[in-house]
């Protein structure tokens, strides 16, 4: 009997030294239960999968403190950390927050609506702010490398001594993408000159990215695509962060970001100085970096009156001074062969102004206001070229959100006014205003099915008219397979804002003759395929295949050279432009080891006709036919980063028809965090692959330089470092 006794205290003993977990996942936004999830004890090697109702269930632990890990594809790692046995046996809540685009469950502003991305017709690439702090550490100054490592996206560098450079999406030229900030246009005409080069990542909460024809959406001018950069919003918990930054080439970055909300008011701000020494990588005399020192201030305020309106106001200034070309000069040392330089100071200033306010039926009624001010002044030896363009962007809109239909409708009236300073005999001065209508609907008959249509009719104020339909659907084929289809058509009116003729720095370019010349047209389309699977609890797998087709009519060309009264002339070209091909997007993830493969195939051809009857198909110029980024991201817990970066740039033609060699580039970069303070450190294209490689990079005299166009990187091998504290 004493033997029975102690055996049963023994198992009594034993059941109460087992525990068990009743977890419910659920969305932290939306609160939906979230099934498939796993919820695991690493350290016991136990684990359990939530149900349809989110629920999971695990027994059999036993007492401590142990590290339980919450996952599912398309959402952030959930840490948390448990004492079992637990002081109550009623069932606890794990929220998972959004990974960004791989769920889908951001609510993207570019396409006007207000269905998350997973259940947009159209197709749209995030680049989240994960995402964004991560290149903030290799390139604080500017959003080009976060664009340049996107498939399809190209950031072509127009001058080899100011380092000024265009975003090109799918082979066509940087002059056809439309580039927003909260859907407010304030970068276009001739403030988009060193516009990527200009805006800094740290105050962006994302990048919303589409590809092909979009005016429908903001107007003309996004016959390649749009880009949306969304600024952040404040919340109630305090965010003030700091961030520092240093290079062997001479850059100097310190930026800092502050957002708090106030009870109904709130508050951005955003402040930072960025400089470069001017660097000469292959000491041939000229600068492959510039000189440049810019001040950047960004307050935005917020005023929620109540639940259902919200004003907010915001004040975008950026002042810089650039200076490239002979190093001597730019070190003040000029004499008789040391004179040549390129200089350029720029004032950008705007403002933001949005109302909204979601009515009693839940519709909503919208008001935006922008104003932009941007002056440049740019100056060669014996050459002057300046002006100022003011621009102002107003729109009145009105939609329906539901979940089966809803639509929205609104007008806008865009201005647009260019003046230059000391015109001489030829001014250069334009004004061009738009005023424009649009139609925009979602139906969703069934959970598998979504049609999105628009449609947008434009009066220019020189006597045109525009009418744009656009069309994507959305079909589901299973939970794990997705498939969308978009085509529209988009338009540019001209200006002298050129890749080309800004390489001239506008010298003796006529004036384009508005009445003869036609306005750019284009038609496009694209079907992609999205292929997301969980090959086991910890596994996961997603794959996106785009194809792609724009056809462009009445490309507005720039002569290669001057006629008889020593003018250059704009005119349309007697041909078009075709640029088809594919995009290939992968992801890998297994546990903190993450693999990213991006393929582009682009075949960018132009048929113009010299002489009529004689087509002469070529390769658009600067547009590699292939190109391949592969990156391996490791992280752990949110401490430590460490991540590989290859990319292969495939053969270009350039202007004048030859081919040039491909070239491969790699970088490490890696970061230690704690919990306010970071340090990084960046080895950007270690392989220092630069043009000067291949070719000289000026001919000609050293006061009078014929510089190359630009085909490849110019600064080669960079290294940087630096710290950010987040209080």
């Given amino acids: 009997m004493k033997f029975l006794s102690v055996f049963a205290v023994l198992i009594t003993t034993s059941a109460l030294g087992q525990s068990m977990l009743r977890a419910r996942v659920v969305d932290a936004q939306s609160l939906a239960p979230l099934p498939g999830a796993t919820v695991q004890i690493i350290k016991l090697?136990?684990?359990?999968?939530?149900?349809?109702?989110?629920?999971?269930?695990?027994?059999?632990?036993?007492?401590?403190?142990?590290?339980?890990?919450?996952?599912?594809?398309?959402y952030k790692t959930a840490l948390n950390e448990l004492t079992f046995p637990m002081s109550t046996n009623d069932t606890i809540r794990i929220a998972l927050s959004t990974a960004g685009e791989e769920l889908g469950e951001v609510t993207v502003s570019a396409t006007r609506s207000s269905r998350t991305i997973s259940d947009i017709p159209t197709r749209i690439e995030v680049i989240s702010a994960g995402e964004l702090d991560e290149k903030a550490s290799m390139q604080p100054s500017n959003i080009r490398m976060a664009l340049s490592e996107s498939t399809g996206i190209q950031t072509q560098q127009t001058s080899p001594t100011s380092a000024n450079a265009t975003i090109r999406i799918q082979g066509l030229d940087g002059r056809y993408t439309?580039?927003?900030?909260?859907?407010?246009?304030?970068?276009?005409?001739?403030?988009?000159?060193?516009?990527?080069?200009?805006?800094?990542?740290?105050?962006?909460?994302?990048?919303?990215?589409?590809?092909?024809?979009?005016?429908?959406?903001?107007?003309?001018?996004?016959?390649?695509?749009l880009i949306n950069l969304v600024t952040k919003e404040p919340s109630t918990e305090r965010?003030?962060?700091?961030?520092?930054?240093?290079?062997?080439?001479?850059?100097?970055?310190?930026?800092?970001?502050y957002s708090e909300k106030y009870g109904k008011t709130g508050l951005t701000l955003y402040a930072s100085r960025n400089s470069?020494?001017?660097?000469?990588?292959?000491?041939?005399?000229?600068?492959?970096?510039?000189?440049?020192?810019?001040?950047?201030?960004?307050?935005?305020?917020?005023?929620?009156?109540?639940?259902?309106?919200k004003i907010s106001f915001g004040i975008n200034g950026s002042f810089e001074d650039r200076l490239g070309g002979d190093m001597q000069v730019i070190k003040d040392q000029a004499d008789s062969t040391h004179q040549y330089y390129e200089g350029n100071k720029t004032n950008r200033l705007s403002t933001q102004l949005r109302f909204d306010k979601t009515l009693a039926n839940k519709d909503i009624l919208?008001?935006?206001?922008?104003?932009?001010?941007?002056?440049?002044?740019?100056?060669?030896?014996?050459?002057?070229?300046?002006?100022?363009?003011?621009?102002?962007?107003?729109?009145?809109?009105?939609?329906?959100?539901?979940?089966?239909?809803?639509?929205?409708?609104?007008?806008?009236?865009?201005?647009?006014?260019?003046?230059?300073?000391?015109?001489?005999?030829l001014p250069l001065d334009y004004s061009l205003n738009t005023a424009g209508v649009f139609a925009q609907s979602n139906w969703k008959p069934s959970a598998r099915?979504?049609?999105?249509?628009?449609?947008?009719?434009?009066?220019?104020?020189?006597?045109?008219?525009?009418?744009?339909?656009r069309i994507s659907a959305l079909y589901k084929i299973s939970p794990a397979v997705t498939m969308r289809a978009t085509s529209g058509m988009g338009y540019k009116a001209p200006t002298i804002f050129t890749e080309e003729a800004e390489e001239q720095a506008f010298r003796a370019i006529q004036p384009i003759n508005t009445t003869a010349i036609r306005n750019e047209a284009s038609l496009g389309g694209s079907i992609d395929i999205n292929y997301r699977t969980q090959l086991s609890e910890q596994i996961n797998l997603s794959v996106?295949?785009?194809?792609?087709?724009?056809?462009?009519?009445?490309?507005?060309?720039?002569?290669?050279?001057?006629?008889?009264?020593?003018?250059?002339?704009?005119?349309?070209?007697?041909?078009?432009?075709?640029?088809?091909?594919?995009?290939?997007?992968?992801?890998l993830s297994y546990d903190d080891l993450s693999l990213y493969l991006g393929y582009t195939f682009i075949d960018a051809k132009t048929n113009y006709s010299p002489v009529a009857g004689n087509p002469d198909v070529r390769q658009n110029p600067f547009t590699s036919r292939n190109r391949l980024y592969t990156t391996v991201l490791y992280e752990i817990d949110e401490k430590l980063r460490v991540g590989y970066e290859l990319f292969y740039v495939g053969n270009q033609t350039i202007r004048d028809g030859s081919k040039k060699p491909s070239y491969w580039m790699m970088g490490i970069s890696a970061e230690r965090r704690w919990k306010h303070f970071s340090l990084f450190v960046n080895f950007e294209n270690f392989l220092d692959a630069r043009q000067s490689h291949f070719e000289p990079m000026y001919t000609g005299t050293i006061p009078n330089p014929h510089f190359a166009d630009i085909w490849a990187p110019t600064d080669g091998f960079v290294y940087n470092g630096g710290f950010k504290l987040i209080l």
């Fill in 239 to 257: 965010e003030l962060s700091f961030l520092a930054n240093i290079n062997q080439t001479g850059a100097l970055d310190v930026s800092s970001f």
């Fill in 45 to 74: 090697n136990r684990g359990a999968t939530a149900d349809e109702s989110g629920l999971a269930v695990m027994t059999d632990i036993p007492d401590g403190s142990f590290q339980v890990t919450t996952r599912l594809m398309g």
């Fill in 544 to 587: 996106n295949q785009l194809f792609f087709y724009t056809r462009l009519n009445h490309a507005l060309l720039l002569a290669d050279s001057p006629s008889a009264d020593g003018l250059y002339h704009f005119y349309n070209a007697a041909g078009r432009l075709v640029s088809r091909g594919m995009e290939t997007n992968a992801k």
């Fill in 178 to 225: 439309q580039l927003l900030q909260d859907g407010f246009p304030l970068y276009s005409g001739f403030a988009s000159g060193l516009s990527i080069l200009q805006i800094p990542p740290l105050n962006l909460k994302r990048i919303e990215l589409v590809k092909g024809s979009s005016s429908t959406l903001y107007g003309g001018g996004a016959i390649a695509g």
């Fill in 449 to 469: 099915f979504v049609l999105e249509s628009g449609l947008r009719i434009d009066y220019l104020s020189r006597g045109r008219v525009f009418a744009l339909p």
């Fill in 366 to 425: 919208s008001l935006k206001n922008g104003i932009g001010y941007f002056a440049r002044d740019l100056t060669r030896p014996d050459y002057y070229f300046g002006g100022h363009q003011v621009a102002t962007f107003s729109e009145l809109s009105y939609s329906r959100p539901d979940p089966v239909f809803e639509w929205v409708l609104g007008a806008n009236l865009w201005t647009d006014q260019f003046h230059q300073r000391n015109p001489g005999k």
């Fill in 276 to 309: 470069q020494a001017a660097y000469d990588v292959n000491k041939d005399g000229f600068s492959d970096l510039p000189h440049y020192t810019r001040y950047t201030v960004n307050p935005k305020w917020f005023w929620y009156l109540n639940a259902s309106t």
